[in-house]
């Protein structure tokens, strides 16, 4: 315990660990308090106070993928299905922007529907209202991230979803990880903030792979790393599965802030999800962005990645000020910044 201790006290200032001492922090469950306070004050001394917000569209629940954890697998059949129009979707961002957001997160399925033309005139569109914006939609050609990259996109997120080949491998059939590298490699290149990330809790996973993970995180020097418990799905193969590992997803995260300081960690809704305060957890555990949902109406429910997802019957409006409450509840402000890595207003 007291050798864990200094492993914590040591990483606040130095931002390294080996696989080893990565291992002994997630293994012992004695030490997860101090964890958690170490890194929400690295937290605070790097990105300070400031919560980022993020404006969530889900623009698409239609994926031509198959992942055996997620809702929007293409063989699920029990799945309303739905696409936004180029309207609704510049409709649902300056509403956002009326509500204060400063970043819209674009995310889908992999839907071929959206052409390269169609998401650069939407790209083209959301920049237009002087917005920062996040594009989530899966693996693309080079040609098709560097077209994004030129329309003005300013982020990317792709998780990397388990650093572990095989396991990656065997939850999504079709699909290679060293395809999944390339792309975050690409983007990187390109000069997008990258966001990559992992699941924690599914099947198989093992400590040392999460140990891999957080390595990784700090090898590719991500800009935003999302860490969200596996949630199981009833309509998919995975229905069986325990998941929900919100405490190791909790301490994962933490790990990562100590070692990637300065970038935006989400509190996931996953997180939320498994917990009525997990966000407010995870902001206490060194995470600093919150995500909040800014599309309207039916959709939000069909968007239904995993079970238990909140905030399905809420509007944006609600959600903004539900939020802002609780961000401030804890002493926490709302950033009215672009909110780019490092707190800073521009990249
Ligand atoms: N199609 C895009 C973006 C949408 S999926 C992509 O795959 O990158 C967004 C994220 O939802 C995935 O990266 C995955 O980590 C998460 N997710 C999917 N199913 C989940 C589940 N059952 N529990 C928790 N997270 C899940
Ligand atoms: Fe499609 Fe993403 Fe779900 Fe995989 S995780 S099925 S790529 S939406």
């Known amino acids: 315990m007291i050798k864990l201790l200094e492993i914590i006290n040591k990483v606040k200032t130095e931002h390294k660990l080996s696989k080893q001492e990565i291992i002994s922090l997630l293994n012992n469950n004695d030490i997860n308090q101090e964890l958690f306070k170490?890194?929400?004050?690295?937290?605070?001394?790097y990105v300070s106070d400031e919560v980022q917000l993020r404006g969530l569209i889900e623009f698409t629940n239609i994926c031509k993928n198959n992942c055996l954890y997620c809702g929007l697998r293409r063989d699920n059949k029990n799945l309303v299905k739905y696409r936004l129009t180029e309207n609704q979707i510049l409709d649902f961002a300056s509403k956002a922007k009326s509500f204060g957001y400063k970043t819209i997160v674009l995310q889908g399925g992999e839907d071929d529907y959206y052409t390269k033309n169609k998401i650069i005139k939407i790209i083209k569109g959301i920049k237009s209202l002087d917005l920062a914006l996040t594009l989530s939609i899966g693996e693309k050609t080079y040609d098709e991230y560097k077209a994004f990259r030129d329309a003005g996109t300013d982020r990317y997120l792709l998780r990397i979803e388990t650093t572990d080949k095989t396991l990656y491998e065997k939850l999504d059939p079709g699909m290679s990880h060293e395809n999944r590298l390339d792309c975050l490699r690409n983007l990187k290149k390109l000069g997008y903030e990258v966001g990559t990330g992992v699941m924690v809790g599914l099947p198989n996973q093992t400590i040392e792979s999460y140990a891999n993970d957080i390595l990784?995180?700090?090898?590719?020097?991500?800009?935003?790393?999302?860490?969200?418990?596996?949630?199981?799905?009833?309509?998919?193969?995975?229905?069986?599965?325990?998941?929900?590992?919100?405490?190791?997803?909790?301490?994962?995260?933490?790990?990562?802030?100590?070692?990637?300081?300065?970038?935006?960690?989400?509190?996931?809704?996953?997180m939320e999800s498994l917990n009525t305060n997990g966000r407010l957890m995870a902001l206490q555990s060194g995470a600093n962005v919150v995500m909040p949902n800014v599309t309207e109406g039916e959709y939000r429910k069909y968007y239904a990645l995993y079970p238990g997802k909140i905030c399905t019957g809420d509007t944006p409006v609600h959600c903004r000020s539900c939020i802002t409450g609780k961000i401030n509840s804890i002493g926490r402000t709302v950033s009215t910044n672009y909110g780019f890595r490092g707190n800073k207003n521009t990249k």
């Open 216 to 270: 990784y995180f700090k090898e590719i020097n991500a800009d935003m790393l999302g860490i969200g418990p596996f949630i199981p799905n009833e309509d998919t193969p995975l229905a069986g599965c325990k998941g929900k590992e919100l405490t190791m997803a909790l301490k994962v995260m933490a790990i990562t802030r100590l070692i990637l300081p300065d970038i935006n960690i989400p509190a996931t809704t996953a």
């Open 38 to 45: 170490a890194a929400d004050e690295i937290r605070k001394k």
